[in-house]
């Protein structure tokens, strides 16, 4: 089945510079690739996604980039901030089709320091 | 739009005893995926309901299992419970493709 690997596990910037946290995964079939954050105590929010058919996509700050060959995918976020303090989630859908689970990666808890 | 909803949000129980949780999808959304939290394990997919069946299975023992209503709520159990067991249960609902996925607030289950 399909397995996520996601580095670092923990990565503490200084507020303004940038953090790249990075997913490789082992299904050629997943199509699917969202990145979830999850604050302390609270439920994963979806943060942005991306399709196989896609390359990069960006959302303000943030943007993620694929590359289906190499099978791996990074979480680009710009200027942080210390609301951007939390642990971000890389996943990825186990089929190609109708499936609507996803595998998820360890997590990386980011910190952001003032 | 009303979010997913989770109930109960807290429980708490004995070792061997059984305990059911319950899902309350977005409206319209025909997908419940239930996952487990744990520190160690992160979020581990436990199954996926789609019009009343399922339609994917993680590797979780036969002691979990769920069900889904012609309503799309979804119920999961969990029968004599191990101290492993004590996780975040979380529930996630989506119109059914590989598609966004919105979580519940979770239900924070602890065996004693």
């Known amino acids: 089945g399909e397995n996520v690997e996601q580095h670092p596990s923990t990565l503490s910037v200084q507020e303004g510079d940038s953090a790249v946290i990075k997913c490789t995964y082992s299904d050629s079939a997943s199509n699917y690739f969202p990145w979830y954050k999850q604050e302390l105590g609270k439920r994963p929010q979806l943060i942005i996604d991306i399709r196989s058919n896609v390359g990069e996509k960006k959302d303000q700050r943030i943007a993620v980039t694929l590359n289906k060959t190499a099978k791996h995918f990074s979480l680009h976020i710009t200027e942080t901030q210390p609301e951007d303090s939390a642990v971000y989630f890389c996943?990825?859908?186990?089929?190609?089709?109708?499936?609507?689970?996803?595998?998820f990666g360890k997590g990386t808890k980011l910190s952001v320091k003032p | 739009k009303a979010g997913v909803t989770q109930t109960p949000r807290y429980l708490i129980k004995t070792r061997g005893q059984q305990v059911t949780l319950s899902c309350s999808p977005i409206s319209g959304h025909r997908s419940v995926s239930w996952y487990q939290q744990t520190p160690g394990q992160g979020l581990q997919f436990l199954f996926e309901?789609?019009?009343?069946?399922?339609?994917n299975k993680g590797n979780f023992p036969g002691r979990f299992s769920g069900r889904q209503f012609s309503n799309s709520r979804s119920e999961m159990n969990v029968s004599t419970l191990e101290l492993g067991d004590s996780a975040l249960y979380l529930c996630?609902?989506?119109?059914?493709?590989?598609?966004?996925?919105?979580f519940g607030p979770g239900t924070r289950l602890t065996v004693l």
């Open positions: 309901y789609f019009s009343e069946t399922q339609r």
């Open positions: 996943a990825a859908s186990t089929r190609g089709g109708s499936q609507g689970n996803l595998i």
């Open positions: 996630a609902s989506s119109f059914g493709g590989p598609d966004t996925q919105y």
